[in-house]
């Protein structure tokens, strides 16, 4: 087998199963959100992530820290928020901190790296979280979203009651939750497609060994390339750790591999395609300016640290 043979077949095991998982993800989670908006009135949403006097974004925060989503099943549980119209900060904290501190990552972090630096990485992903969604409020940035965003999927009505002379029973909310569902799915599955094809290619063209090479001590920039390049290496919490560790053997610097981490688990080529359904560009550069900021901020602290 050639290694070109063998890099397609890796990109397309990727594919298909990133498509699988993330189908499975985001109808599961679009499903879950929908059923806590029938229970739970957008006025009480609102409350518990209103930013008054910051207890909002700190709330937003460890909500991130207790969902184990990735970066692109993130975007369901917004689009909720959206819709509930909670507080732009506390979305925007939610949205920063979910991939970055969700409990795999950080139970993968304290195994592998030891509590220390898990400390220092849970520390900083939080504060940068935090004051990121902070300052992105107040600097206006809440009217770069996409006014269809707000949008409630419209419901399809049936014949009520009656259709054709024969009496019909009413459609149950499970249904009309999943057609709900359903229609976001529709809207999403052009990008998240587009999305996973793109992040798969590159997951099968980029061998660790370039990786470690562009990213090692000798390299003065190691720790901004390697933040770059975890981007549209878009890479599983489950996976991100033990890539991690197998490229620091390699010759992959310590600072350097924190700010792949943060790369890749805080952003993905993926999830900002799919974000370009909810925000407008300006949106999404100040989201990826934020990643790549605490990313490579992160690593150069890392190294003075430790």
Known sequence: MTITTEMMEQTLHMFMFLAAELTILFLAISYLVGVLQEYIPPEKIQSILSSKKGKGYIIAGFLGAITPFCSCSTIPFLKGLLRAKAGFGTMMVFLFASPLLNPVIIGLFAVTFGVNVTIFYFLVAMLVSITAGFLLEKLGFEKFIRPEAYEVPARKSGCGSTCGGKKVAPESKWMRIWKSTWSDFKKVLPYLIGGIALGSM?????????????????????IPVAAVIGIPLYIRAEAVIPLSAALAAKGMGLGAVMALIIGSAGASLTEVILLKSIFKNQMIAAFLTVILGMAIGAGYLYTYMF
């Not at 990786?211 to 190691?222: E, H, R």
């Open 202 to 222: 590159i997951y099968g063209f980029m061998p660790t060994e370039f990786v470690a090479s562009v990213a090692s001590d000798s390299n003065p920039f190691a």
